[in-house]
């Protein structure tokens, strides 16, 4: 069973910065597909971005695009979100995710990952 804890949330100025981390523990999941999620009040969860095992694919949803950056450190088994430029509508619960069977056709999809975290707040005020 992995567990996932997320970690950088917080109070930020629109136009600022965050970084997420969600570091994996009790399983490696450096075979595993990750992916960030969220969600804000009254709203259904989102799709944010998501990893391939190896690092060397990426997929984001459009309007982060050239803001948001998913990486991550197999060593360290944890994941990341470089979050630049924040609006006010960023604002939300961010979740991390893992995907053992590593599929990626269906990245976006919530119901490919197994594993979640509990969520960390993001709040941008303007």
């Known amino acids: 069973q992995v567990q996932l804890v997320e970690s950088g949330g917080g109070l930020v100025q629109a136009g600022g910065s965050l970084r997420l981390s969600c570091a994996a523990s009790?399983?490696?999941?450096?075979?595993?597909?990750m992916g960030w999620f969220r969600q804000a009040p009254g709203k259904e969860r989102e799709f944010v971005a998501a990893?391939?095992?190896?690092?060397?694919?990426?997929y984001y949803l459009d309007s982060v695009k050239g803001r948001f950056t998913i990486s991550r450190d197999n060593a360290k088994n944890t994941v990341y979100l470089q979050m630049n430029s924040l609006k006010p509508e960023d604002t939300a619960v961010y979740y991390c995710?893992?995907?053992?069977?590593?599929?990626?056709?269906?990245?976006?999809?919530?119901?490919?990952?197994?594993?979640w975290g509990q969520g960390t707040q993001v709040t941008v005020s303007s």
């Open positions: 995710a893992a995907n053992p069977s590593g599929s990626w056709s269906r990245a976006f999809l919530s119901d490919e990952y197994k594993y």
């Open positions: 009790r399983h490696t999941v450096s075979s595993y597909a």
């Open positions: 990893i391939t095992w190896s690092g060397g694919n990426t």
